[in-house]
């Protein structure tokens, strides 16, 4: 029986009931075995890229984004499909970079774990694609027909399972890993696979599936068991495959409850076994809003490009926050405006992660831009600033006030940024009062650039439909409020600059 035969085999049945047929001890491994879908090794580039992987393979993956998707995104094993319709840009960012993927250079495990996230991601987007379907059945082709990329290789899921995970891995652990959308299926974590420790994650999931009195139980003497064991039945014993028993029934005892593994025991291995008919139902926390249908298709809008950049700056992970670091840092010493990259951080990594890599962003572009100014192009520096009324107050004020000067004037918006950075290089003022009175000065501005990009991004995504309106009214009333207090501080900052520049003549020279 091929695959498609034995899943559709399975599907006619209603979900819950136990099927009828027992395998008699001496006869379960050879019923099983007819009944196992096949594993059949890819085959051309995709297969060639897998032996390299399998063979020399280094490199790591990511899948930060998809860490926390998850942990958003799950309860207890099932899916808040509502809260991934709501970040469809990022899951759409993930699984770019899973296409873009180079699988011949990852480590062997690196890659066995970005294929089962790319399954598990995958299924995902076809329920958030199809999303008044109450099965995963209902969709037509969806593990043989619909061809994704990964590592930039057309796949089905099918073929990510069937021909790549289970030929090429021969680990039968990976049927508590993947996920298919459905009750009866494997539960899906709220965390992704990493190559790092994946032995112990694929362990953790065995003990969870076969510790699960759903999936595996004892009634009236017979051990009632997950459908896997009837479809997949020599993954769990053949040679060559590992973790593996000499039977299904030894497999199942190694993970399951101590109630079950006694039983098994008592039976001297060999107790008589029934399958569990398979649960097709959707797998729905929270369902999908079928009012969002076709959401992730607004690619070519303004709003699409919004949340595709979001979801792609963000899929970087930690080395795009490195990346989005020296970039305003560089922009901040060449003296072009970094105000854009501000709002952008609100919009990729919201308030509070954006408000912290601007901060240490800006705060690392002006130091650098004081350190050039004092001790690499002083003469220069000076010959800019030459005549300048403002710069002799603001040279004359910090003499007097030093770091409270600095304070004063980064928090009010008559004084560019970028000159300031080089003009107090040449002042009296040192490397690090400098430093902690521009970072703490600069931090109201830089919430509300930030605050203004993270609200920009919301309203964007609600036009997509994946935020609702209301949470995006909130965001908008808190800008309000940010600009408000701004406003406050500033006035505060220029009053009292006002009083420690001498008077109004000192004034109107800083302003």
């Not at 998809?66 to 840009?89: C, E, I």
């Not at 990852?106 to 995958?122: F, H, Q, S, T």
């Not at 299926?185 to 953790?204: F, N, R, S, T, V």
């Not at 920009?456 to 309000?480: N, P, Y």
Request: include cysteine; hydrophobic fraction near 50%; charge should be neutral.
């Amino acid at each position: 029986m091929d695959q498609a035969q034995a899943k559709d085999s399975a599907r006619d049945r209603p979900g819950g009931r136990l099927r009828v047929s027992l395998l008699l001890p001496g006869l379960a491994a050879l019923a099983v075995a007819c009944s196992a879908p096949a594993s059949v090794p890819a085959r051309g580039p995709v297969a060639e890229a897998v032996r390299a992987s399998l063979e020399a393979g280094e490199e790591r993956f990511d899948h930060a984004a998809w860490d926390r998707l998850l942990a958003g995104g799950t309860r207890d094993g099932l899916v808040d499909y509502r809260f991934f319709q709501r970040r469809r840009g990022e899951l759409d960012g993930y699984l770019e970079r899973v296409a873009a993927a180079d699988l011949a250079r990852l480590a062997p495990d690196e890659l066995k774990a970005l294929l089962i996230n790319a399954y598990n991601a995958l299924t995902v987007r076809a329920i958030l694609e199809h999303p008044t379907v109450s099965s995963i059945r209902e969709i037509d082709g969806v593990w043989t027909g619909t061809r994704h990329t990964v590592g930039g290789h057309p796949l089905t899921l099918d073929e990510i399972e069937h021909s790549l995970l289970r030929p090429f891995f021969k680990d039968p652990r990976i049927h508590f890993a993947v996920n298919c959308a459905s009750l009866s299926c494997a539960p899906l974590p709220g965390w992704a696979y990493h190559g790092a420790g994946l032995d112990e994650q694929l362990e953790e999931r065995s003990r969870a599936f076969l510790s699960d009195p759903r999936q595996v139980r004892v009634e009236s003497g017979i051990l009632l068991l997950s459908r896997y064991f009837d479809w997949y039945g020599g993954d769990f014993t053949a040679e060559g495959w590992s973790p593996r028993a000499g039977s299904i029934p030894a497999f199942v005892a190694r993970y399951t409850r101590e109630e079950v593994a006694s039983f098994i025991a008592d039976a001297g291995g060999s107790p008589p076994l029934a399958f569990l008919d398979y649960d097709w139902s959707l797998n729905a926390a929270v369902p999908p809003d079928p009012a969002l249908a076709g959401a992730g298709t607004t690619k070519a809008s303004g709003a699409g490009v919004v949340t595709r950049l979001r979801a792609w700056i963000t899929g970087l992970g930690p080395a795009g926050i490195a990346l989005y670091v020296a970039a305003y840092a560089l922009l901040t010493v060449l003296f072009v405006p970094a105000w854009p990259l501000t709002v952008g951080a609100g919009a990729a990594y919201g308030v509070v992660l954006g408000t912290v890599v601007v901060s240490v962003s800006s705060v690392l572009g002006a130091s650098l831009a004081f350190l050039v100014a004092r001790y690499l192009l002083r003469a220069r520096v000076a010959r800019w600033v030459e005549g300048n009324a403002r710069f002799a107050a603001i040279d004359a004020a910090v003499g007097r006030e030093g770091w409270k000067i600095v304070a004063l004037t980064r928090l009010s918006p008559a004084f560019p940024f970028n000159l300031l950075n080089y003009a107090y290089g040449l002042t009296a003022v040192g490397f690090w009062p400098y430093v902690a009175a521009s970072w703490l000065a600069m931090l109201p501005g830089t919430l509300l650039y930030v605050y203004l990009g993270a609200a920009g991004a919301e309203v964007a995504e609600a036009a997509t439909g994946r935020v609702d309106w209301a949470r995006s009214t909130l965001k908008w009333i808190g800008l309000a409020a940010t600009v408000a207090v701004t406003l406050l501080i500033t006035r505060i900052a220029r009053r009292a600059l006002l009083q420690r520049a001498g008077g109004e003549s000192g004034v109107e020279a800083l302003s």
